[in-house]
């Protein structure tokens, strides 16, 4: 079933959507980087950009540990991924040493901001919550000052016939809620 919107808005946000299938071929540093620019670009609370990205190729003894932290299902399809990134976010702002409650908003902005340049450079991206949280603080020594927020998989697209049979079905663009579930005027 097409995706359709109920309103006109461009083709990119219909268009971008978290497939599992990745070929394993290898994301060049000048193909990754752009998705990194486009994160630096999305907005935040003062400006003060509170997302962290830390990356790690395959074939790397880091990748290894950051697949390892993601549950079984995630590990099943994530091995196919060129490259795993951890997004981090700053509780805390640089500038009055406050508390920022928008802190994991604002790394969401950064991600959609990555997830859709990396869609209209035909790579896949998936993020990930079902992940080891403690297990990654502690492998990457994350300050206490920093969330982990999520795991995202980067690669090229690559074959559903390398999932297991039951992400199989689900590898295709799913539709959306109504906007009448979700918008609401004056009253939730």
Same mark, same amino acid.
């Given at each position: ?59 790397? $003894?880091?990748?290894? #540990? @950051?697949?390892?932290?993601? *549950? ?11 490259? !795993? ?55 990457? $020594?994350?300050?206490? #000052? @920093?969330?982990?927020?999520? *795991? ?11 999932? !297991? ?24």
């Amino acid at each position: 079933m097409p995706r359709k919107s109920e309103y006109p808005i461009s083709d990119i946000f219909i268009n971008r959507w978290s497939s599992r299938a990745m070929s394993g071929e290898p994301i060049k540093i000048d193909e990754l980087m752009p998705l990194f620019e486009a994160a630096r670009w999305a907005p935040s609370a003062y400006n003060e950009q509170p997302w962290r990205f830390v990356y790690a190729h395959k074939n790397t $003894q880091l990748w290894q #540990e @950051f697949l390892a932290t993601l *549950i079984p299902v995630n590990q099943s399809w994530a091995k196919n991924a060129a490259v !795993l990134v951890v997004v981090l976010s700053k509780n805390f702002f640089d500038r009055t040493n406050g508390q920022s409650h928008t802190h994991s908003f604002d790394a969401g902005a950064a991600w959609m901001s990555l997830a859709l340049q990396a869609s209209l450079n035909g790579l896949v991206v998936h993020a990930m919550g079902g992940l080891d949280y403690d297990k990654v603080r502690e492998t990457l $020594q994350v300050p206490p #000052e @920093f969330t982990v927020e999520i *795991i995202i998989a980067i690669g090229k697209p690559g074959s559903k016939e390398h999932l !297991l049979p039951e992400l199989q079905t689900r590898e295709t663009p799913n539709d959306r809620k109504p906007l009448r579930e979700l918008v609401f005027e004056n009253k939730f």
